[in-house]
T-cell receptor, first 114, second 112 residues
Framework: GAVVSQHPSRVICKSGTSVKIECRSLDFQATTMFWYRQFPKKSLMLMATSNEGSKATYEQGVEKDKFLINHASLTLSTLTVTSAHPEDSSFYIC??????????FGPGTRLLVL | SQQGEEDPQALSIQEGENATMNCSYKTSINNLQWYRQNSGRGLVHLILIRSNEREKHSGRLRVTLDTSKKSSSLLITASRAADTASYFCATLPSNTGNQFYFGTGTSLTVIP
């Protein structure tokens, strides 16, 4: 089956620092990448959608300057949480979409901002 | 919001019993998927049912879809302790591109 990796899997940082999360599709090309965040015991909330080589489309209420998404290639997308604050602590999951429109999910990155 | 709702929010049953979870949504859909998530882990795809299908089976899983009521159910038969997890439905709306919208999830605990 398709393999999606996220790095790091867990990160703890101080308030005010920026954190970059990488998502890679290891054996397929992702034309579209979705980024979700999940609060404890809550459902996944779609944050943004990005297509390779173009700017991401953000969902209502998600600050684009806060959550920078780069979809530089068909196998790599990054989410950077800038100037992180404790309320940004969450579980972030990338979800690449293949050319055949099959959606896969990464294993997630747990961010804790102190 | 296009996000679905699941019912119940939490379910606790004895091993061997059946577990039924329901998902309701608001817009017309292309398909609906069920996912499982173990605590602190990523999502695992369980089953996909298309809008023109009414029922699908996969092992101990049975999914139904009623598009007139905009609802779906997931039945896990002969539950096992290893089935303990959160279960989410995700809908692919007909008119909003390719992104899925997730339900609120049901937390299932199977007691050995």
């Amino acid at each position: 089956g398709a393999v999606v990796s996220q790095h790091p899997s867990r990160v703890i940082c101080k308030s005010g620092t920026s954190v970059k999360i990488e998502c890679r599709s290891l054996d397929f090309q992702a034309t579209t990448m979705f980024w979700y965040r999940q609060f404890p015991k809550k459902s996944l909330m779609l944050m943004a959608t990005s297509n390779e080589g173009s700017k991401a489309t953000y969902e209502q209420g998600v600050e684009k300057d806060k959550f920078l998404i780069n979809h530089a290639s068909l196998t790599l997308s990054t989410l950077t949480v800038t100037s992180a604050h404790p309320e940004d602590s969450s579980f972030y999951i990338c979800s690449p979409l293949t050319r055949q429109e099959t959606q896969y999910f990464g294993p997630g990155t747990r961010l804790l901002v102190l | 919001s296009q996000q679905g709702e699941e019912d119940p929010q939490a379910l606790s049953i004895q091993e061997g019993e059946n577990a039924t979870m329901n998902c309701s949504y608001k817009t017309s859909i292309n398909n609906l998927q069920w996912y499982r998530q173990n605590s602190g882990r990523g999502l695992v795809h369980l089953i996909l049912i298309r809008s023109n299908e009414r029922e699908k089976h996969s092992g101990r899983l049975r999914v139904t879809l009623d598009t007139s009521k905009k609802s779906s159910s997931l039945l896990i038969t002969a539950s096992r302790a290893a089935d303990t997890a959160s279960y989410f439905c995700a809908t692919l709306p007909s008119n909003t591109g390719n992104q899925f919208y997730f339900g609120t999830g049901t937390s299932l605990t199977v007691i050995p």
